[in-house]
């Protein structure tokens, strides 16, 4: 070797070690027999193992202390197929928190075996941090059904992401997407030539597209899709399409469902006699149903988007108030309202207000009910003033009908002072009361409010006054004891019911009493549940005699009783006949339907 070959090898050397000293991966230099010669600094910073204490020591030796046991297995084979002489990839191994990549390469010049030990942590971090966005991505893709493709228009190829295929319904392995016509054919024969022409017109003119299309899948299957392209130019030429696809199916159905919903709505609403509108945030007509126009004579066209108490002035005050009280989330109902339109048209309607809420509850606008009860009211007014009529006119023949009776009594009072014969007196003075009782009927019934019914409480006070002044000359000596609720009953029932009182009374005070004798008469009016009338007149006489039947031994006045209370008012009739006689009449409460 002449002094120039030291020379360069001396070079060589010093650059081998400049290299050697200088790199940032750990270098472990080793004979045949695995037995370390050097390591470089980098390999002592990243293991913490000198080159004082790697030096001597065997590959697995320093293995073992670095990565563990677990490991050695692998580092063996990996070793030994070096030596061998075989080719070897690299493997991975890890410290910790810390992956590195081992590498061999034999250097037979120097019959030895380099092995450098590289930190690719960061590297594999970015790896796995790649793997999860992709895995991301595809999770992304199908969970919104939304594929991505890029054409080359320079090589002719297409790329699909794995939900492309999903959509298509082909699979991967077996379909190769570079073929665009055959792609094209999977779109509904309809829809094709659309889709034919966007993708040309995108790839010769740069022109992008955004198209809802039908679409048929691999499987036969009748989808809706939404197809994206957006050519990508250089030096203005078209390089590459990219787009996406996505699934619409289901929205597609949604909407049409939601159209069919409001169709129906729609329907329901304008078919209605009922006017509806509903004004959204800024109090603005969004809607005005037929039965609106036919009510105000003002058509949808000339309503929408305005606002309610500028259009209709009269609306101004309490329609206005719940309006805005519907807008803050409570309801109005039956707001009657009468109005007065431009055109002349008068008339009254009933109107309730609601909020109008979105699926989550919250308040979007307001939805109103209208009922024009324009005829209504009319028929009311009309029916009030022929209420009045009649009742003008009733009144005036119940006080006709008090006054003829009053003329009757008058005559029989007259007369009855003409009469000698005592008994023949006692009858006139009868039938006057009788008369008289009924007389006070229709006077209560004239001076009444209500001209079908009147208090039986008021009405008996006035017939015992009426008895106490014919039949008691001296008070003192038998007094009329009353007790009443407060009962209102017909006419049909009051006329009978009085002629009862007055036959009972009549038959306690004549029969039931000896000239001169002390005594006292109950008279009680009161309700028994469920729907009945309890008449008891009771008194503390000497009674009726032993074995006295009713029926059979009554004179005209107790048969006149249970005539009347049997068969005119369908009552129950007993009596009892301790310590005087007690009758006690029970009828039903609502005998009769009102005529007034």
Request: include cysteine; charged fraction near 35%; aromatic fraction near 8%.
């Amino acid at each position: 070797m002449t002094d120039e070959d030291t020379e360069k090898l001396k070079e060589s050397e010093r650059k081998y070690q400049a290299i050697f000293e200088g790199a940032a991966d750990g270098i472990l230099y080793s004979d045949m027999k695995a037995r370390i010669l050097d390591v470089n600094p980098a390999y002592t910073e990243i293991t913490g193992i000198s080159k004082q204490e790697a030096v001597g020591k065997t590959g697995f030796q320093l293995s073992k202390k670095f990565f563990g046991v677990k490991d050695l297995p692998r580092i063996f084979n990996f070793i030994k197929n070096t030596i061998l002489g075989k080719k070897v990839k690299p493997i991975e191994l890890k410290d910790q928190d810390k992956t590195y990549e081992v590498s061999t390469r034999m250097v037979p010049a120097r019959k030895g075996i380099v092995v450098v030990l590289r930190d690719i942590t960061d590297r594999k971090k970015a790896e796995e941090e790649l793997k999860r966005n992709e895995l991301l991505l595809k999770q992304t893709q199908r969970l919104t059904k939304v594929g991505g493709w890029e054409y080359d228009v320079i090589e002719k190829t297409i790329i699909w992401t794995d939900e492309v295929y999903r959509i298509y319904g082909v699979n991967k392995k077996d379909y190769d997407p570079n073929d665009v016509k055959k792609n094209i054919e999977f779109y509904y024969p309809e829809d094709r030539e659309k889709m034919d022409r966007a993708f040309s017109e995108a790839l010769n003119k740069g022109k992008p597209y955004d198209l809802e299309l039908r679409f048929i899948t691999g499987q036969g299957e009748l989808r809706w899709v939404r197809t994206i392209g957006k050519p990508v130019k250089k030096k203005g030429k078209v390089i590459k399409i990219q787009g996406n696809m996505m699934d619409i199916t289901e929205q597609k159905e949604s909407e049409k469902a939601h159209r069919e919903r409001e169709q129906l709505l729609s329907n329901v609403f304008e078919s209605m006699q009922e006017g509806i509108f509903v004004l959204n945030h800024d109090f603005k007509y969004t809607y005005w149903n037929h039965a609106m126009e036919e009510i105000s004579h003002t058509p949808r066209e000339k309503v929408l988007g305005t606002i309610p108490w500028e259009k209709f002035p009269f609306l101004k005050g309490k329609i206005e108030r719940a309006m805005k009280k519907a807008m803050n989330g409570e309801s109005s109902r039956n707001i009657e309202l009468a109005y007065n339109l431009p055109d002349g048209k008068e008339g009254w309607t009933t109107e309730s207000y609601f909020p109008l809420k979105d699926m989550d509850g919250n308040i979007e606008g307001v939805v109103s009910v209208i009922e024009d009860i324009t005829e209504r009211k009319r028929a009311e007014e009309k029916l009030q003033k022929e209420l009045k009529e009649k009742e003008v006119l009733v009144r005036e023949l119940y006080h006709r009908t008090k006054n003829n009776m009053q003329v009757i009594s008058s005559m029989l009072r007259l007369r009855s002072r003409t009469v000698e014969d005592k008994k023949l007196h006692s009858i006139l003075q009868e039938i006057n009361n009788k008369i008289q009782s009924m007389a006070l009927v229709h006077k209560k019934l004239y001076e009444s409010h209500n001209l079908s019914t009147l208090s039986l409480k008021s009405y008996f006070s006035d017939l015992i006054s009426l008895v106490e002044q014919s039949y008691l000359v001296s008070r003192d000596s038998v007094k009329l004891i009353y007790r009443a609720e407060d009962v209102s009953v017909l006419i049909d029932t009051a006329i009978p019911l009085g002629l009862i009182l007055i036959e009972l009374l009549y038959n306690s005070i004549r029969h039931g009493f000896s000239q001169g004798q002390k005594g006292e008469i109950h008279i009680r009016l009161r309700k028994k549940p469920p729907n009945r009338i309890a008449l008891e007149v009771q008194d503390n006489g000497k009674g009726l005699p032993q074995g006295f039947d009713v029926e059979k031994d009554g004179g005209l006045g107790l048969k006149t009783v249970m005539g009347l209370a049997r068969d005119q008012l369908g009552g129950k009739v007993t009596f009892e006949n301790q310590k005087g006689v007690k009758c006690r009449i029970l009828i039903k409460e609502e005998l009769h339907k009102p005529r007034v």
